[in-house]
């Protein structure tokens, strides 16, 4: 009985790590890669070019490293290795240059933000001068008979 | 009597304007560049731009400059590109023809898996020098913007003749023979 628990303990030792090791294969897979790298040749994410002979290529080859269970940053690294950097889509992958990764972020932001109060700033302006002249876009009232003159002119031509 | 405009048009327009700005930007940043064949065109032969790349079996680097004082025709091909499997031959054919007069064949693999490279030459038992454009620096020197071109560079280092798709016998004998024969 003794020696059955240890055999089956034994067992159990034995398979653990096994079954570990399948659990983790494959590390990441085609469609979490190809939207963070780029077709080279296509000029787009690798996602977006989708019938373009260089990218079934290097869609296969992401593929094979898959299968060998690279993890993502391995099968990105290995991408470098036959592209070049242009071949990583996102800039913070692109390494080397921290500051410039924060800027490609944060300048595009700073922008829309800008853009954003710029135009709040103006349409409260344009508000404020509405209200303190009248309703938007009607002048001062027309003297004498003009008004009526002017509604006799319209509706002459009137088509 | 100044009426006050609406902002929303006017950012509207100013969207609009940034927008047709970018993309006139783009579209004159991707224009290659043609000196090379409005310089042909006139008569004149354009000096080669340097270019160093590593050779594509990982056998360290070699020069455009190297081969200076020989005949080069520079072709920039890819593994999966139809027209540079049907060109290949006659490359191949050629680089023999002209390896006792002074010239030969020079290939750049563009933007391409090295290992589909290698299978390409295996397929067509092709025997030149092949060197890896990785990133595309070695095509944006020479303007090349299909698959595949070839550059005629004489042995004075200057581009003597160029083809923007796939050589055919008639390209070759026109171009290349009467440099050849300046040897």
């Known amino acids: 009985m003794r020696r059955a628990a240890l055999a089956a303990f034994a067992a159990l030792m034995l398979a653990l790590p096994a079954a570990a090791s399948a659990r983790d294969c494959p590390q990441t897979s085609l469609g979490d890669i190809e939207d963070e790298v780029m077709c080279p040749v296509c000029g787009t994410s690798l996602e977006l070019a989708s019938e373009a002979p260089q990218a079934q290529d290097q869609r296969a080859y ?79 009232a027309m003297a004498g008979g003009e008004g009526a003159r002017l509604d006799d002119d319209m509706e002459r031509y009137d088509l | 009597m100044r009426r006050a405009l609406s902002p929303v048009p006017i950012a509207v327009i100013c969207v609009l304007v940034a927008l047709v700005a970018l993309l006139a930007y783009g579209l004159v940043q991707n224009q290659p560049d043609r ?51 049907d060109e290949s031959p006659l490359l191949e054919r050629w680089h023999q023809r002209m390896a006792d007069r002074g010239g030969l ?18 397929e ?5 020098p ?16 299909q698959y595949p071109e070839t550059f005629v560079i004489d042995r004075q280092g200057r581009i003597a003749a160029v083809r923007r798709g796939p050589v055919d016998e008639q390209f070759m004998r026109k171009a290349v023979e009467p440099l050849l024969e300046r040897s």
């Open chain 2, 35 to 85: 000196a090379v064949d409005e310089a042909l065109a006139h008569g004149e032969r354009e000096q080669a731009p340097e270019l160093v790349l590593p050779r594509l079996d990982g056998s360290g680097d070699a020069s455009l400059a190297d081969y200076r004082g020989k005949v080069v025709v520079l072709n920039f091909w890819a593994s999966w590109c139809k027209p540079c499997k």
């Open chain 2, 105 to 122: 064949v020079v290939g750049v693999d563009m933007l391409d898996l090295t290992g589909r490279a290698q299978s390409f030459i295996d």
């Open chain 2, 124 to 128: 067509f038992g092709l025997t030149y």
């Open chain 1, 62 to 140: 992401i593929q094979e490293l898959v299968d060998k269970c690279k993890s993502k940053d391995e099968v990105k690294q290995a991408l470098v290795a036959e592209f070049g950097d242009n071949v990583l889509a996102l800039p913070g992958d692109q390494g080397g240059n921290d500051l410039g990764d924060v800027l490609v972020y944060a300048i595009p932001a700073l922008g829309i933000l800008l853009a954003a109060g710029g135009i709040a700033f103006a349409v409260v302006r344009w508000r404020r001068h509405a209200r303190a002249g009248g309703r938007p876009g009607t002048g001062p």
């Open chain 2, 130 to 145: 092949m060197l890896k454009d990785k990133d595309g620096k070695g095509l944006e020197k020479f303007g090349v913007a």
